[in-house]
């Protein structure tokens, strides 16, 4: 049996449990990248021009360490995800450009554009083909991976409404997963106000059929599904969390909009705005960081 | 109060697109002033950093519109990053402390006749729908035939005898257009003006230089934007196949894409979004009619070109076609461009040389 190699960047974090359960459930191996490192983002550096964003660097990177390892890997292209809506177009070129990039790596074909009427349900049976299952394997197998997702997504939300019971300082971190998740963005966040003992909720713990309703409050034309959902989260955050951090990766495209839309609207809410560069040394980081939390402790008195 | 439209410039579109507003709404409609380095300066001011560049130039039409005395804004829509641009300019304008009316005129994904029908009613109620569909037909016509003119001019400005001919044939060419009363007349001046552009002296040698213009749109239609690299490589004397316009952008990109699609799939299988996949078929199309070199143009940060980029940069190694890239912000120094400008077209002449 092939490998799939599933590199963990970009849509890594918002489908692995779907991708993983589908694999899972059609019995195919497959292998998963390493945490970032800064070896990976010199690798992603190598391959990419200077100005693409600093996210899909680290995924070019993930690729470039997969691609002696396996036999297969999987790289989404996404155009919509729901109708009338689109997300980064990164997400459109994203599959051309590994094409492009490594033109002898086999990659599955996984292709959502709602828009254009290719469902989520037909890329999976499209995958499964791919991998010589048959029409009706493949989609229990998507129909199985589906409902752990689901369930997945339910935890989240549970986690999310216990974090917000504890008295400790909560500090609301907002962004795309890729950029929360990983170890060279999020996660030195993360580590540093785990430290300061503060609670840590992230944006995606919000519940999923409140972002339409939610994202009315504050910018009711947004067209990226997955800036939907921060903004969405801002709001329903907002009045219960004591600050907010927006990161971001340099140059985002959707993020230099949506955070702009969160800073003139934010109102009373405290909110620090942190972009990750591929130089960024975590002295810069943990500078603002401290100084943010002392706002939030109302300023130091000498 | 009285109500005085603007919209943004977009090249030589102010003219039919205002001539649009003013047939639809029978309201004022500002000359929004040229765009100079104080409208890049207030534009970049007042947006996010990392913004790509038409945003910033938009805002500063925008700011410098409504201190003319401008209370009703147009915008329009399409995709990526510009759909959503109306949302936060606005937002931006009120923070100043403005006070206007906002229009978006493609809310969604693309235009829609009866949305922007009821837009045009809010403001003038005795308009019809014949009198829409007229006006709309007029604007359509009238930016088909700007187009065409454009592209004989383009063929022809490098090798002019006499200098700012091409120049001085166009202006015309747009203050009879506005003048026009309906379709026929406006047809009859095109043939004119065509007829006078093919008798206007040039000295074109048979094997010059030809060089094609792809990349964004913004900065391909927007003549500051792109600090007037047409007019400088006309100064070159070179042929300059561009394209990106409007008449492009709103049908025939639609017609296109399934062709384009068939041919470029050996570097493409699916849309890069944008105009991303149209650039590697141009690439393609150039190398087959015997271009010399290719032009890509983009603001800082564009997220599809720079998903393009590696895709076009192994299509024009593989075709062998010399590609230079250039990126635009709202710095305003012209010597970097023409450097390296100057050193693409030295590359290109002593290319052309050797293969003799």
């Known amino acids: 049996m092939k490998t799939i190699g599933l590199a963990k960047g970009l849509l890594y974090y918002y489908y692995h449990v779907l991708w993983k ?13 390493t945490t970032s ?5 010199e690798l992603g550096k190598e391959k990419c021009i200077d100005e693409a964003c600093l996210s899909m660097k680290i995924f070019l990177g993930h690729v470039e360490y997969l691609k002696d390892k396996c036999d297969m890997i999987l790289i989404p292209r996404i155009y919509s995800i729901e109708k009338k809506e689109q997300v980064c177009t990164n997400f459109n070129a994203l599959y051309d450009l590994i ?9 599955l074909n996984y292709n959502v554009d709602v828009k254009h009427h290719h469902k989520e349900k037909e890329a999976f049976i499209k995958m499964g083909k791919q991998l010589g299952f048959s029409t009706s394997k493949s989609y229990h ?11 997945y997504f339910k935890q989240l939300e549970k986690s999310g409404e216990k974090k917000l019971k504890t008295k400790k300082t909560k500090i609301l971190l907002l962004g795309h997963p890729y950029n929360l998740q990983d170890e060279m963005i999020g996660k030195r966040i993360y580590n540093y106000l785990k430290e300061k003992n503060i609670e840590i909720i992230y944006s995606y713990e919000m519940p999923k059929d409140k972002v339409n309703e939610e994202v009315q409050k504050i910018s009711p034309k947004v067209h990226w599904t997955m800036n939907k ?9 907002k009045d219960s969390v004591d600050g907010t951090i927006l990161i971001t990766s340099f140059p985002c495209g959707p993020d230099s909009l949506t955070n702009e839309m969160i800073l003139r609207k934010r109102g009373k809410s405290k909110v620090l705005l942190l972009t990750f560069e591929d130089l960024n040394s975590d002295i810069a980081i943990i500078t603002r960081l401290e100084s943010f939390l002392d706002m939030l402790k109302g300023g130091i008195h000498l | 109060m009285r109500q005085i439209l603007a919209f943004p410039q977009l090249g030589d579109y102010q003219y039919p697109i205002r001539r649009l507003l003013m047939d639809m709404t029978h309201l004022e409609v500002l000359e929004v002033p040229p765009i100079t380095k104080k409208t890049i300066a207030l534009g970049s001011k007042y947006s996010p ?10 805002l500063g039409n925008f700011i410098e519109a409504l201190e003319k005395g401008a209370n009703v804004l147009f915008q329009a829509g399409g995709g990526c990053r510009y759909r959503y641009y109306a949302e936060v300019q606005e937002t931006i304008l009120r923070d100043l402390g403005y006070d206007f009316t906002f229009v978006q005129i493609i809310g969604r994904d693309h235009l829609r006749f009866k949305e922007l029908y009821h837009i045009f009613k809010g403001f003038n109620k005795n308009l019809t729908r014949k009198n829409f ?39 015309a060419f747009i203050q009879k257009c506005n003048k026009a009363k309906n379709i026929f007349s406006l047809t009859k001046i095109y043939y004119q003006y065509k007829k006078k552009c093919k008798k206007i002296k040039i000295n074109k040698p048979k094997n010059c230089l030809k060089v094609g213009f792809i990349g964004e749109l913004y900065t391909a239609m927007e003549r500051y934007s792109n600090y007037n690299l047409e007019k400088t490589l006309a100064s070159y004397h070179i042929e300059i196949k561009r394209f990106t316009n409007l008449t492009y952008l709103l049908w025939k990109k639609a017609l296109f894409l399934p062709i384009m699609k068939r041919k470029v799939k050996k570097y493409c299988k699916y ?30 940060g564009c997220t599809p070109e720079i998903g393009a980029i590696p895709i076009l940069m192994r299509a024009a190694q593989e075709e062998k076609m010399p590609i230079i890239f250039f990126s635009f912000d709202e710095q305003s120094g012209m010597e970097g461009i023409n450097t390296r400008l100057e050193a693409f077209y030295d590359l290109l002449t002593l290319k052309k040389e050797a293969q003799k």
């Open chain 1, 99 to 107: 094409r492009n990039l490594y033109p002898t790596l086999t990659l």
């Open chain 1, 37 to 41: 490192t800064k070896k990976i983002i």
């Open chain 1, 21 to 33: 359960s589908f694999f899972d459930a059609l019995e195919v191996p497959y292998i998963e990248s």
């Open chain 2, 271 to 300: 849309t890069l979004g944008a105009d991303g996949m149209d650039n590697v078929y141009r690439v393609l199309w150039l190398k087959k009619h015997g271009y010399d070199g290719i032009i890509h143009t983009k603001p800082t």
């Open chain 2, 133 to 171: 569909l007229k006006n709309l037909i007029f604007a359509f016509f009238y930016i088909t035939y700007l187009d065409k003119i454009d592209e004989y001019i383009r063929h022809r400005v490098g090798f002019e005898v006499e200098k700012n001919s091409f120049l001085k044939l166009k202006k």
């Open chain 2, 49 to 58: 950093d990392s913004v790509c560049i038409p945003f910033k130039y938009n």
């Open chain 1, 229 to 237: 959902q921060l903004l969405a989260s801002f709001v329903y955050f």
């Open chain 1, 141 to 151: 197998a998507y129909k199985l991976a589906k409902q752990k997702e689901q369930r």
